[in-house]
């Protein structure tokens, strides 16, 4: 693994079902976060991760949790999906997300398609 | 509210050097990014800047001024692979990302 892999690359999926997005990154990062891509919109933060254990709520949380057991995975959780979560998701990780110079590196994202 | 500000799309031609502008209203500064997303792909990291002035590197460049809320990217000898959106983004007071919608590129031959 060289940086951060998200799985899956696409998925089409029913309104209601359950979805979880994984992300791995092997470079040691302290900090994670989730985003998602819509047409016209700047990237937009779900929840973010400053170190294992820890998460915190971005600016569209809703319907969507987060977890960091460990440093390396960043699972993003779709409880109960709905067609308004039809997006493109980038997960990245950055080396310690409190300082200014923190540049964040992104994963190739997952395009996720809800019916 | 915050808000970053930028062209929907701009053109140009290969060879040529093209400036996208970047305006921000943000609870606070800790640093201006740009990167680089071509069609289907990943952000990747341009350039950053967090004082006033022109950072270079190699062929492109980007200027902040901190005081008018304002940054461009300066992209010198234009390359058909430099078609791309660029994306601006601040770093608020609590070090979060606060990103613009981006500016796609076409570059013409």
């Known amino acids: 693994i060289a940086g951060i892999t998200q799985a899956p690359t696409s998925q089409i999926l029913a309104a209601g079902r359950r979805m979880t997005l994984r992300c791995t990154q092997d470079m040691r990062h302290n900090a994670m976060y989730w985003y998602r891509q819509d047409l016209g919109l700047g990237l937009r933060l779900i929840h973010y991760s400053n170190t294992a254990g820890t998460t915190g709520k971005g600016e569209v949380p809703d319907g969507y949790s987060v977890s960091r057991a460990n440093t390396d995975d960043f699972p993003l959780t779709l409880a109960s999906a709905v067609p308004s979560q039809t997006s493109v998701y980038f997960c990245a990780s950055s080396d310690s997300g409190t300082t200014g110079t923190d540049t964040q590196y992104f994963g190739p994202g997952t395009r996720l398609t809800v019916l | 509210g915050q808000n970053i500000d930028q062209p929907t799309e701009m053109t140009a031609t290969e060879g040529a050097i093209v400036q996208i502008n970047c305006t921000y209203q943000?609870?606070?500064?800790?640093?201006l990014f740009w990167y680089q997303q071509h069609a289907g792909e990943a952000p990747t990291f341009l350039s950053y800047?967090?004082l006033d002035g022109l950072e270079e590197k190699g062929r492109f460049s980007s200027f902040l001024s901190r005081s008018k809320g304002y940054s461009y990217l300066l992209l010198k000898e234009l390359q058909m692979k430099d078609s791309a959106s660029y994306l601006c983004a601040v770093r608020d007071r609590n070090y979060q990302l606060i990103w613009g919608a981006g500016t796609k590129l076409i570059i013409k031959p």
């Open positions: 943000t609870s606070g500064f800790n640093g």
């Open positions: 800047n967090v």
